[in-house]
């Protein structure tokens, strides 16, 4: 891993953050769908108990009634209450989500369930799935991509230094490596800011640029002070 060139170090970090991110949001976003799918089929099952419940006390012979929507059931048989979940049903071999509870009659004490089967919203998370399955590595992708863009973006001035160092010798004494974006930054400090700040540098030209004061030390020994331009008289050029 460490032998890999640093930008595809930096994708594939971004790139597995990205993965965690994505999974995340996925898990997220499926579980509020199901819990949705699940209100919506509780909220329809409270309303067939109700109905059913009411026909039970008006003397409704016991049994169980299958339909498009699942089935009801009334019976003296012993029967959990509650909402639970079924693997199947009688005839029924997919899962039914079932409510239940337990009523007085004319006829004495009843049960009564009623259940829904579960295939619509089993279709629906699946979709979800098959949905994110598609589109997760698409944008997966797509994010990798744009942080290999960035990180090359990123390291674009730290390349352009290294090749500049590269290119380097000792035929060319004079000549080094860039620094104006914080050499803009003491100008801008300096101007904008109305800071004094104190720069040491061994490249007069650089100091002929930046500065307003200049002291020029050697061995320890003030040898000249002035601004740029008095330096410059003395000196007899144009730089320092």
Known sequence: MSRLPIRIRLTLAFAFAMA??????GAFVYFRIESALNESVDESLSARLSDAVNLARAGGSTGITMSDEGFTEITTRPMPSGTTELDEFLDVERPVRVRGV??????????????????????????????MAIAGPIALLLASLLG??????ALRPVEEMRAEAAAISGSEPGRRLPNGRARDEITRLA???GLTILLTTHYLEEADRLAKQLVIVDRGR?????????LKGVLKGGAI
């Open 148 to 153: 290999y863009y960035l990180a090359g973006a």
């Open 222 to 230: 003030v040898v000249a002070e002035g601004t740029p331009d008095e």
């Open 102 to 131: 337990a009523v007085e009659t004319p006829d004495g004490s009843r049960n009564v369930r009623v259940g829904a089967t579960l295939a619509d919203r089993d279709e629906t998370l699946q979709e979800v799935l098959t949905q």
């Open 191 to 193: 101007s904008e800011e």
């Open 20 to 25: 965690v991110v994505l999974a995340a949001t």
